[in-house]
């Protein structure tokens, strides 16, 4: 894999997607100490302080008619795996794919599709002094480890998140046809058994028990009446009910 390292960029996503566009192949990966304009999923913004690791890697896409949700879901469980293998530290995954730590999200990850590839852009708060971010992120967000603790090296955190979400991506697993992080993936969800908020442009458009996640990744929410809601679109964000 080819790493392009950077102290400042605006977004590790835009600059790959623009290398993207000119012809780059699959393998490269972009890092970033800071970014000054970090993007998140549903036209939000990510804010990118120092001390988070904020990475950017261009996969194949197989099938470019296919929905990126896969994807997605392969690269939280490659990230939870890595904060595992390296931290030593249990994460669970909020559906799509947000990172949650003792109860808050820790990592947000986003696919953006370019022709037969996709970029997977993914924002950990490593050793985030948590007083940088804006203060209705802070509310939600937690970060692995504070800037005065000691933390494994970042390189060695992102020598195995790059690893592990490339393996992952292009072989689906450790060996042909594994398909354990689909376990993985349902097994970590924050939601499943939860009252849930279905969230459309940020208005509340259905709520009920979130009560499964299927092999397409899509999550199963079913109301009071028992209507069965059926969700894989990356416009869905999904928030629990406070009862
Ligand atoms: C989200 O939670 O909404 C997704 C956030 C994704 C942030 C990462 S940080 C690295 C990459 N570059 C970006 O501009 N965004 C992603």
Redesign the pocket.
Known sequence: MKLLEFDC????????MDLAREGEEAGTA?R?RR?T??????G???S?PEG?????ILVPLPDPTKSDINITAMAGVAVMRTIKQVCGKDCGIKWV??IIYNGR?V????AQACGDKA?I????NYRTDMSELPEDVREIACSLYSPDEEAPDEREFVTALLENTWKLITGGGDTPGDDSWLADYKGSSTIVGNKVLILKAGAVTGEGLATEIDDACRLHVVDGNGNETVLSTGEVSIRKTDD
């Open positions: 960029l605006d977004s590790t996503n835009r600059y790959l972009v970033a970014q304009g970090g993007r998140g999923r549903l939000r913004s990510f990118s988070g690791i904020y990475v950017s794919n947000d999200k990592c947000g990850i986003l970029v852009g993914i924002g950990v």
